[in-house]
């Protein structure tokens, strides 16, 4: 199948990428650069431009027979989401609506949608399943939500076919390692940890240490990310035969702020600062998922879930980059 990858260049896109060309797809990386590293994807063919130039898209979809879409080409940061609204709902939205308009001109029916657990905002029971209340604290989950519903009713016109993945803590350096995160700036808790015990910066910060968990820091889901990318494998398959379809995609464990520490020092070997500040507004005790309806729906299965291999791969894969992709 021929696969326009949105945001191929990215993290998740550039493993999404090596996958599709390993089992015999063919991928078409869509990005503007901006977040992704061109060096991540290697030869496969990018068309290097931006979501909102709608005439591009059409030519694209039109001219590279494109048969399905994936769209990871997000912007994800939550605080930042919160200090610019506008700039999340006009890329994550906007943007969004813009490539379904393309997908509908042309006649490209399927689409894979890179969703998330914040949709859940604060949730009050967990683990979360697909049922648990939609509420959103901040513009990054609420613009999800939002495309989540745009392909909703677009489906209902039969002009649509979808699947939205609601992910957790996606992790680790996939593609035997050699696809790691190299976002710019850092916020997620491995790679943050790692370049502490690389001496890449003073220290690492716990925001909480009184919460009602085993060793009172926050408990979270982390899943490696070539599981991630099996699960949309399947989900184009799943495509072949469905209309609409929502899954969260988690590991169904929950490791702490601090046990994920303790785990980069064991596999580095490293020491390093840890500093505990007060908490941060917002952060929920635990948050894990459900992944039942994956399972049942896509016949996924998760084939890495120890922690220490997700902070391996990407322990390889910082070691080999100290500085991240080269351009």
């Not at 392909?151 to 957790?168: D, I, N, P």
């Not at 716990?206 to 899943?223: A, E, F, K, L, V």
Request: glycine share 8%; with cysteine; charged share 25%.
């Amino acid at each position: 199948m021929r696969v326009l990858v949105c945001g191929g260049a990215g993290y998740i896109g550039s493993n999404m990428t090596a996958m599709l060309a390993a089992k015999g797809h063919e991928p078409v990386v869509f990005d503007n650069l901006s977040k992704g590293h061109k060096s991540a994807i290697g030869k496969t063919e990018l068309v290097e431009g931006d979501l909102a130039d709608s005439q591009l898209l059409v030519e694209t979809l039109e001219k590279k027979s494109i048969e399905a879409v994936m769209h990871f080409a997000a912007f994800i940061e939550v605080g930042e989401s919160v200090q610019a609204p506008l700039k999340y709902y006009r890329n994550n939205l906007c943007c969004t609506e813009n490539l379904l308009s393309a997908m509908e001109t042309v006649g490209v029916e399927k689409f894979v949608f890179s969703s998330t657990a914040a949709v859940y905002g604060t949730p009050k029971k967990v683990p979360i399943t697909e049922d648990s209340p939609t509420d959103p604290i901040n513009p990054y989950g609420q613009t999800k939500l939002a495309v989540e519903r745009m392909c909703h009713y677009q489906s209902q016109t039969g002009k649509l076919a979808y699947v939205s993945l609601r992910y957790f803590n996606t992790c680790g350096a996939g593609n035997n390692a050699t696809l790691g995160e190299d976002h710019r700036p850092e916020s997620h808790l491995i790679p943050l940890t790692i370049q502490a015990a690389m001496g890449k910066r003073g220290d690492i910060k716990i925001y909480g240490t009184d919460y009602d968990t085993p060793d009172g820091t926050c408990i979270r889901d982390y899943i490696h990310i070539d599981d991630l990318c099996r699960a949309h494998l399947l989900a184009l398959d799943w495509l072949d035969q469905g209309r609409e379809l929502i899954c969260n995609l988690g590991n169904e464990k929950g490791h702490s702020v601090r046990e994920v520490i303790e785990t980069v020092k064991k596999i580095s070997g490293k020491d390093f600062k840890v500093t505990e500040v007060d908490r941060r507004p917002g952060d929920s005790p635990k948050l894990t998922a459900d992944a039942t309806k994956a399972r049942k729906e896509l016949g996924w299965k998760i084939e890495k879930p120890d922690i220490k291999e997700m902070v391996s791969t990407a322990w390889q894969w910082h070691n080999k980059n100290p500085n991240g992709y080269p351009d």
